[in-house]
């Protein structure tokens, strides 16, 4: 029988690596709503909706709408399996808009 996984991951240690990801320049590899993601990380800190969050630039993997690649926010208690990959970030996208939806801003491109 496999172990029971928690509801929630480790929020500070999932921080730590997508702070890390975005300061060696690589994407971040990761587990959100059973779906594997492979994503550039931008922005990381407290939500305006109190919620520890990344913003991110999804380029592989799952996600429920089904597009890929695309601008997605994900709450870092809900991550799991994180690792840094050996795919270069190309952060910051064009598009990207600095401080948009945190009221805190721990790391950013």
Known sequence: MQPRRPR??????VRDLAVAALRAGVCLRFTYSG???L???HAVGLSTAGREDMSTW???GDSESGRIPGWRTFCLDEC?????SD??????RPDFKPGDGFARID???
């Open 8 to 13: 929630h991951s480790d929020p500070a240690r």
């Open 35 to 37: 779906r594997a993601r």
């Open 39 to 41: 994503a550039e990380v």
């Open 58 to 60: 999804q380029i592989a």
């Open 80 to 84: 799991f399996d994180v690792e840094l």
């Open 87 to 92: 795919v270069p970030s190309l952060a910051p």
């Open 107 to 109: 790391a950013q491109v």
